[in-house]
């Protein structure tokens, strides 16, 4: 068997370095007990890797995305958008639907006279219970 080289897998990988990382990861992946494609033939992990490549045994946009995936910290859920709810009007009134909603605004001296009018709750007898 002829010895695999780069020229072999140059024309499936277009990139060398690119190359490199997709058979590096293929035969990490298979020193953890992916199955081979190709004959062994005494070859050691990285040999059937560019192997498989240049075979096109393996796809190197699989062996790509595998590579991206097993990098990858977080993982991305496709999950429902959240319903959209509608914003509680501002004080001020800058058109549009909510336009019609009004806010009573309260100044600070306006506040405490209303808070000095009020009168605490009588005792009752019952309150001691």
Known sequence: MARVTV???IDKVDNRFELVLLAAHRARMISSGAQITVD??????PVVALREIADE????EDLKEDLIH???KYTEVDEPEPETVPLIASGDSSG????DVMLDR???EE???????LVPPEHTDDDEG
């Open 106 to 108: 309260m100044t600070e």
């Open 40 to 45: 062994r033939d005494n070859d050691k992990n």
């Open 70 to 72: 097993s990098l990858q």
């Open 57 to 60: 045994h393996v796809s190197p």
């Open 7 to 9: 020229e072999d897998c």
């Open 96 to 99: 549009g639907e909510d336009s």
């Open 111 to 117: 506040l405490l006279a209303g808070l000095q009018g």
